[in-house]
């Protein structure tokens, strides 16, 4: 069964103290593993796409990274405006249909000032 | 600039009351998906649409339909909505599908209680 695991479900920082987000994914058939960015009360926001095990991809803050289970956002050095919900998704290729994005249930973090 | 409208962003209706939230994008993207989205649940696909008259389901496609007649519009149609639908719905674009897939464009949301 397709399934995308996201840790923790919830995580306060302080400003400028580091961390890292987990997503867990569907390791057979992966194509694609995407991080999106979601303010309260609005659509989710696209960051990164990761195809392959090995490879980074950064934006201010963030860094978003993939082995060949798992991904990490980490987060440097954040800012109160980080805070949102972090989701994680895959997209897979099943039984020679295409597939959207099979989303995580999401990180919500929250950045202390 | 790009986007992905909807409307309503608002809807409070009652128990069997037909209703449309309309979908539109400006971006010519052939892949079109709705989501629903509960608290704990996370984002599901309801169904999706790979180009014009070619839709297929999602993970949770009942009590939904849906057509896509052009390529721009995507609605979502409830024909008789019951109070287990209601939810924050998210109408998504993206311009491709293969290999990989593309980064995809939500819309603002549509909140919708069913009474």
């Known amino acids: 069964e397709d399934q995308v695991t996201q840790s923790p479900e919830a995580l306060r920082l302080q400003e400028g103290e580091s961390s890292s987000l987990n997503c867990s994914y569907t390791v057979s058939g992966l194509r694609g593993l995407f991080w999106y960015r979601q303010d309260p009360g609005k659509g989710p926001e696209f960051l990164f796409t990761l195809y392959s095990a090995g490879e980074e991809k950064e934006k201010e803050r963030l860094k978003a990274t993939l082995t060949k289970k798992e991904s990490f956002l980490h987060i440097t050095a954040p800012k109160p405006e980080d805070s949102a919900t972090y989701l994680c998704a895959e997209y897979l290729i099943s039984s020679g249909s295409a597939r959207q994005l099979t989303f995580g249930s999401g990180t919500q973090l929250t950045v202390l000032p | 600039e790009a986007q992905v409208t909807q409307n309503p962003r608002y809807l409070i209706t009652v128990t069997g009351k037909k209703l449309t939230v309309t979908c539109s994008q400006n971006m010519n993207h052939e892949y079109m998906s709705w989501y629903r989205q509960d608290p704990g649940l996370g984002l599901r696909q309801i169904y999706y649409s790979m180009n014009v008259e070619v839709t297929d389901k999602g993970d949770v496609p009942e009590g939904y339909k849906v057509s896509r007649k052009e390529k721009r519009n995507f609605p979502l149609i409830l024909e008789s909505p019951s109070p287990n639908q209601t939810s924050l719905y998210f109408c998504?674009?993206?311009?491709?599908?293969?290999?990989?897939?593309?980064?995809?464009?939500f819309g603002q949301g549509t909140r919708l209680t069913v009474v």
């Open positions: 998504a674009s993206s311009s491709t599908t293969y290999p990989g897939g593309t980064e995809a464009f």
